[in-house]
């Protein structure tokens, strides 16, 4: 089977991501998840549509990614992010379809030393609700299936849809140029951009639906999808003001000096070493990702800020 061929379910449309995947798998049958209202925490309902809608693939990025409030609201981010993978991957374990599932940085304790790197075979450890939430989604998909199913853990995840850390520091300080705005230095991860994701995800379709691929070497199991090179968030943040050439008032700071709700991984940089096994790993470095970002978005996001 082509990936033109493939009857695609996309979940979590709405999204960061699920909107930038919309724009970028045209060569395949998409259904989006809207069209059915689907509600992945509402098991019964979701079975239902899924036997309607009978995908070949379905591509899972729908989460609860309030990271913070997660910490509250942990019936919640369960339901969508550990429960909803599990319906979804009990569907497809019993109809033959695949599962493609987006994880996160966040299933990692991020306590290795600086600056090493975190690759698929490292030891996980949680360190926040959604962190817990999200690897308990992955571990339910891996019981249900043994095949057909990809889990990309990416980080720091930007794209023109939705929201986003380098949205809200525009905002920010767009709103109050006279401001300082303190921002973390001391942790470390790759900034990921929707397209940069979506592009890996269509070459892993391509590859594994490539005419005279013997199905056991197809791509499969959790795979680290992120842009290549690291940062902190205030280089990160930096670097946007730069290319975006808007001065900013940002200044560094700790962890300690900036609590939030939900602990974070200090060292969260992931190696893609299975992708690059497989010679697929599409990924850029992250300046040149958040470059080409800028030059297709910035205009837009500079009126949406104003
Ligand atoms: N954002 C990051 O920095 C980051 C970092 C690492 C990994 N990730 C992972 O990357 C993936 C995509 O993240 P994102 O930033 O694109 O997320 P997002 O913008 O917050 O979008 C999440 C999507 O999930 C949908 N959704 C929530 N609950 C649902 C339910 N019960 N049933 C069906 N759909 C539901 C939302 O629909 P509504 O809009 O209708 O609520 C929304 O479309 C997630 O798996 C996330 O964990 C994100």
């Known amino acids: 089977m082509s990936i033109s061929q493939l009857k695609i379910l996309l979940v979590g449309v709405s999204g960061q991501l699920g909107s930038e995947l919309l724009a970028t798998l045209t060569a395949c049958e998409l259904i989006k998840s809207s069209q059915y209202s689907l509600d992945i925490t509402d098991h019964n309902q979701c079975l239902t549509q899924l036997d309607k809608i009978a995908p070949n693939i379905i591509i899972n990025a729908a989460a609860y990614t309030a990271v913070d409030k997660a910490e509250q609201q942990r019936e ?172 900013h008032n940002l200044v560094p700071c700790t962890t300690a000096e900036y609590p939030t709700d939900a602990k974070r991984p200090g060292n969260s940089i992931l190696h893609n070493q299975r992708l690059s096994a497989l010679g697929i790993d599409s990924f850029i470095g992250w300046k040149q990702d958040l470059q080409r970002f800028v030059s297709r978005h910035g205009d837009d996001l500079l009126k949406a800020s104003h």
């Open 76 to 247: 919640q981010a369960f339901l969508v992010n550990a429960r909803g993978p599990n319906t979804l991957a009990t569907w497809c374990a019993n109809n033959h379809a695949g599962l493609l599932h987006i994880s996160t940085d966040y299933v990692f304790a991020g306590d290795k030393p600086l600056f090493q790197t975190y690759n698929e075979l490292d030891p996980v450890g949680p360190v926040s609700v959604y962190g817990e939430s999200k690897l308990l989604g992955e571990t339910h998909v891996q019981a249900a299936m043994n095949k057909d199913l990809a889990i990309f853990r990416t980080a720091w995840l930007y794209g023109s849809a939705g929201n986003n850390f380098i949205k809200t520091m525009l905002k920010l300080t767009l709103g109050q140029p006279n401001r300082q705005f303190k921002v973390v230095s001391d942790q470390y991860g790759s900034p990921t951009s929707t397209l940069a994701l979506s592009q890996q995800i269509k070459t892993v379709l391509e590859y594994n639906t490539a005419s005279g691929l013997d199905a056991s070497k197809q791509a499969f199991g959790v795979f680290h999808a992120t842009s290549s090179d690291y940062c902190s968030w205030y280089e990160f943040a930096c670097e946007f003001f730069e290319l975006i050439n808007i001065k």
